[in-house]
């Protein structure tokens, strides 16, 4: 009788197993969190997304957005403000980042403003945008990043 060898040891099955049992519970987490937290539609004035393991894009269309909430855990998120009118006050995006990232697109004509907390923030702004010396209380756009590895990217979409 001949004895078979094991492809992996088992350590490092036992480590696979948990690793993908860790990324299952995250999985579902997030979803039971965004069943309950999500809110908005993209022509709503204030929009909510949660996101674990994966994408979230938002294509906001509203005519007075005033708030944009987005809360990611290894995930990345697209949003596509350009098609979006600032409220009166102006425009408040929160993000919070754990290992997670994402781009912001606006209009290139909108002046923005940020603050950024942890490790990581804004990771490179398009030159076009209007920020040096900017008052946060003026700007069409405020962004509060708050990130543990992650950041996020500005860029402009020029006007159609």
């Known amino acids: 009788m001949t004895k078979t060898r094991a492809v992996l040891p088992r350590w490092a099955l036992r480590w696979l197993v948990a690793a993908g049992l860790f990324q299952l519970g995250l999985r579902v987490v997030g979803l039971l969190l965004a069943r309950r937290l999500d809110e908005g539609t993209p022509s709503s004035s204030r929009l909510r997304r949660v996101k674990t393991l994966g994408q979230v894009s938002i294509t906001a269309d509203s005519q007075e957005l005033s708030e944009l909430e987005v809360d990611l855990a290894m995930a990345g998120a697209e949003l596509d403000l350009s098609r979006a009118r600032p409220a009166p006050g102006g ?20 002046r923005v403003a940020w603050d950024s907390k942890g490790v990581g923030g804004v990771a490179a702004q398009d030159p076009r945008l209007r920020s040096d010396g900017l008052d946060p209380v003026t700007a069409d756009l405020r962004v509060h990043l708050r990130a543990l590895f992650g950041g996020v990217n500005l860029r402009t979409r020029h006007a159609e």
């Open 91 to 110: 425009v408040d995006v929160t993000l919070r980042c754990a290992m997670a990232g994402g781009e912001i697109v606006v209009p290139e004509h909108w």
